[in-house]
């Protein structure tokens, strides 16, 4: 028995253990259903490339993650990186973001996108939905152009069904005289938005530093352990290879709607009834290596019109060089289902990659690595039930001394940085 057992050695429960340690407790046990920790803040390695488990950027806005990075990594083993992202629709790269970034788009756009910016509705009401939050702040023109058709290609979920609560600091605001300015002319290098400026590690990939936090923890890892049950009138988990270990109290970073259908309890039936409420997306992260040296001089690319399938395209050799061999590029790009999309997974991918062939001027010959990775839970969806119901779903779980934290344990959006906060903050409740 462990007085506190952590479920999922990604990146929340590595910094959940890690700051146990760091406050001299040691009585607690991290169980990883994987063979290998990270979650999805992982890397993979492939005749001499290095794929993330699709896009990984490490954004740092808070001293003390600040200070803990420095401390633990080190900012010199990383590259500092300012963003060179763009839309590419009607045939043009314009800049991100969008709505300050009109410069090179049809004149009929630029025209539709100001119209519609000084049409918008004009009321105190707050916007229920995420398609009425877009009209209030940007009106119907960059609606059109941009944020309907993108964001219903990375949620692939009816956007006048999800409400506008994630926005936050994901979707910078704009105001009239930004607008004008960014159809006058080419930008220079904008500081807007939270990842205008970036770090990422010079060599191994994203699970460089998530490596270097674990290596600091003295506990083991127990992998290979995937949960099969948690028994909360006993606290007691028990594991598909037939372990089981008691507990106080129960941190866990399971996807909420998995971590509810493991619970065994006759009184907590609701619960089980939540899980199927709880939606999120998948998302097809498919890589290429190629023997082209300057594929793009970009980042990431972000792709709103529907005659490509993919939401987003990046090249993480401009992230760092020796995540290729000396002379070649790497890519990734992502397209995005739920269990409701009409879609057949496998053709969408030969088309995905066809299409970012063609686009890119990349033959069939200048492939030399293909690595496909399918994330079975990548976007939570902000349904209305989510809205009203998860806070409660948290307080019954904190009722039976379970905390669920990170991004899928409590269901939200979350940074690299909240992900280690979130650990942090955890454990310092839990010990007063």
């Not at 010079?202 to 992998?223: L, R």
């Not at 001089?297 to 060089?321: A, L, V």
């Not at 070649?328 to 299409?355: D, H, M, R, V």
Request: charged letters at 20%; proline letters at 3%.
């Amino acid at each position: 028995m462990a007085k506190i057992v952590i479920l999922g050695a990604g990146l929340t429960g590595i910094s959940a253990a890690y700051h146990l340690e760091q406050n001299n407790f040691y009585d607690y046990k991290m169980f990883e259903k994987e063979n290998e920790i990270g979650g999805l803040c992982r890397s993979v390695y492939q005749d001499g490339f290095t794929f993330d488990y699709t896009g990984h950027l490490l954004h740092i806005n808070d001293n003390y993650f600040s200070t803990l990075i420095d401390n633990l990594v080190g900012k010199e083993n990383f590259n500092s990186i300012n963003r060179r992202s763009f839309i590419y629709s009607k045939d043009v790269y314009t800049h991100y973001p969008f709505q300050i970034n009109l410069f090179g788009l049809p004149q009929n756009v630029i025209t539709e996108c100001l119209e519609g910016f000084k049409a918008r509705p004009q009321t105190s009401t707050e916007p229920k939905t995420f398609y009425q939050w877009v009209l209030k702040n940007f009106g119907r023109g960059f609606g059109k152009h941009f944020f309907f058709t993108y964001q219903n290609k990375i949620f692939a979920y009816d956007i006048k069904k999800i409400s506008s609560s994630w926005t936050g600091r994901f979707v910078p605001q704009t105001s009239l005289e930004q607008i004008i300015q960014g159809s006058e002319k080419e930008p220079d290098l904008q500081n807007v938005g939270y990842n205008s400026q970036f770090y990422y590690p010079k060599k191994d990939g994203i699970i460089y530093w998530v490596q270097k936090i674990a290596d600091k923890i003295k506990n083991p890892v127990y992998k290979n352990h995937c949960v099969k049950s948690i028994n909360l009138k006993n606290k007691i988990v028990t594991f598909t290879n037939g372990h089981c270990e008691s507990y106080e109290k129960l941190i866990t970073t399971i996807p909420l709607d998995l971590l509810l259908n493991l619970i065994e309890d006759t009184s907590c039936t609701s619960l089980k009834q939540a899980a199927n409420k709880l939606v999120c997306n998948s998302v097809v992260n498919f890589n290429l290596g190629t023997n082209k040296e300057n594929l793009s001089d970009k980042h990431w690319i972000y792709f709103p019109e529907n005659q490509y399938p993919f939401y987003r395209i990046g090249f993480p050799h401009n992230f760092s060089t020796n995540v290729t061999p000396a002379g070649c590029s790497s890519l990734y790009g992502e397209f995005a289902y739920t269990k409701n999309s009409k879609i057949n997974i496998e053709e969408t991918l030969k088309y995905a990659i066809a299409s970012t062939q063609k686009l890119l001027k990349i033959s069939e010959s200048d492939i030399l690595v293909k690595k496909i990775i399918h994330i079975d839970r990548a976007y939570v969806i902000y349904n209305f039930w989510r809205e009203e119901n998860l806070a409660k779903l948290h307080e019954k779980l904190n009722e039976n001394d379970i905390y669920s934290i990170g991004r899928y344990g409590e269901w939200k959006y979350s940074s690299m940085q909240e992900a280690v906060l979130d650990g942090k903050k955890t454990i310092e409740n839990l010990l007063i």
